[in-house]
């Protein structure tokens, strides 16, 4: 976990974080394009896995994957023991928020948790630093491009993430391996328009 201490770079495409670590990887997005492509009115977000769950269930489970935790605290992410590579993005809403939906170039306020289908381990944590991540949605890796689309604040959404569509077939070593499927679980706190 010591190795997520840069929030959010592992997520950097263009976009770096300024609150580095001495020692923390600043690695950059895979060679896919690092931008959502322009639209003309709202963006519906993917269609869901597994229907949503509600705040207060306790645990929720979707594609192999186990999320616990109370609404705003720090979730975790069991993965089942045959947990598979993805090959395609997989989004579900442990629970939904309200308010306008996440579009392309926003500008967002998240808490996260990440963990690699290969370690089975968390390789980095907003909760772990105490401060939300701000970003714009199109300097992160593909996979979040897409899988935040249609959220809403208050939030909180389950990312299952080919590594096509996070560091491809050169990861972001020693942290993520090769083609490594990435999971994450998103809070969203805000979505800002963006410029």
């Given at each position: 976990?010591?190795?997520g201490?840069?929030v959010?770079?592992?997520?950097?495409?263009?976009?770096?974080?300024?609150?580095?670590?001495?020692?923390?990887?600043?690695?950059?997005?895979?060679?896919?394009?690092?931008?959502?492509?322009?639209?003309?009115?709202?963006?519906?977000?993917?269609t869901?896995?597994?229907?949503?769950?509600?705040?207060?269930?306790?645990?929720?489970?979707?594609?192999?994957?186990?999320?616990?935790?109370?609404?705003?605290?720090?979730?975790?992410?069991?993965?089942?023991?045959?947990?598979p590579?993805?090959?395609?993005?997989?989004?579900?809403?442990?629970?939904?928020?309200?308010?306008?939906?996440?579009?392309?170039?926003?500008?967002?306020?998240?808490?996260?948790?990440?963990?690699?289908?290969?370690?089975?381990?968390?390789?980095?944590?907003?909760?772990?630093?105490?401060?939300?991540?701000?970003?714009?949605?199109?300097?992160?890796?593909?996979?979040?491009?897409?899988?935040?689309?249609?959220?809403?604040?208050?939030?909180?959404?389950?990312?299952?993430?080919?590594?096509?569509?996070?560091?491809?077939?050169?990861?972001?070593?020693?942290?993520i391996?090769?083609?490594?499927?990435?999971?994450?679980v998103?809070?969203l706190?805000?979505?800002e328009?963006?410029?």
């Amino acid at each position: 976990m010591a190795v997520g201490a840069a929030v959010l770079t592992l997520l950097a495409g263009c976009w770096t974080s300024s609150t580095e670590t001495e020692g923390a990887t600043t690695p950059v997005a895979s060679s896919a394009p690092a931008t959502a492509p322009a639209t003309s009115g709202p963006v519906a977000g993917p269609t869901p896995a597994c229907p949503a769950g509600e705040p207060d269930a306790g645990a929720y489970a979707c594609e192999g994957v186990t999320v616990t935790g109370e609404q705003d605290a720090e979730p975790t992410i069991e993965l089942a023991e045959d947990f598979p590579p993805a090959s395609e993005l997989v989004v579900a809403d442990v629970y939904e928020g309200s308010g306008a939906p996440v579009q392309p170039g926003d500008t967002l306020t998240v808490q996260y948790v990440g963990v690699g289908q290969q370690s089975r381990e968390v390789f980095d944590s907003s909760w772990e630093t105490g401060t939300p991540a701000n970003f714009p949605l199109d300097g992160v890796i593909l996979g979040w491009q897409e899988g935040m689309l249609g959220m809403t604040p208050g939030g909180r959404r389950l990312l299952v993430i080919p590594g096509s569509l996070a560091y491809g077939p050169e990861g972001r070593p020693p942290v993520i391996g090769p083609d490594e499927t990435l999971v994450f679980v998103v809070d969203l706190i805000s979505a800002e328009p963006g410029a």
